[in-house]
């Protein structure tokens, strides 16, 4: 089984940023990419973007420019790094992990980013 484990949410104001910790454990051998997502109150889940286990990254139109997503392998821990943050983009932010068939195998719990105008 792989559990992950986000970290690094919290209270900011407009305009400022974050780093969001996406740790991985378990079996971890069967991982593939990480996505990162966000869901707003009343909303349907956004993809933000991804990694794959060589390091391309993808990213949704809303985001590209002031998010980057990265990830260190030897520490099985993926980031999002969020600058320019509005406060419509207050939510609970979360990532999964997919196997090399693209099968989504884990999603964490999520962690809330709330900024302040």
């Known amino acids: 089984q792989v559990q992950l484990v986000e970290s690094g949410g919290g209270l900011v104001q407009a305009g400022g940023s974050l780093r969001l910790s996406c740790a991985v454990s378990?079996?971890?051998?069967?991982?593939?990419?990480i996505g990162w997502y966000r869901q707003a109150p009343g909303k349907q889940r956004e993809l933000l973007g991804s990694?794959?286990?060589?390091?391309?990254?993808n990213y949704a139109d809303s985001v590209k420019g002031r998010f980057t997503i990265s990830r260190d392998n030897a520490k099985n821990t993926a980031y999002l790094q969020m600058n320019s943050l509005k406060p419509e983009e207050t939510a609970v932010y979360s990532c999964?992990?997919?196997?090399?068939?693209?099968?989504?195998?884990?999603w964490g719990q999520g962690t809330q980013v709330t900024v302040s105008s």
């Open positions: 378990g079996t971890t051998f069967s991982i593939n990419g």
């Open positions: 999964n992990v997919r196997n090399s068939y693209g099968i989504v195998i884990a």
């Open positions: 990694i794959s286990s060589g390091g391309v990254t």
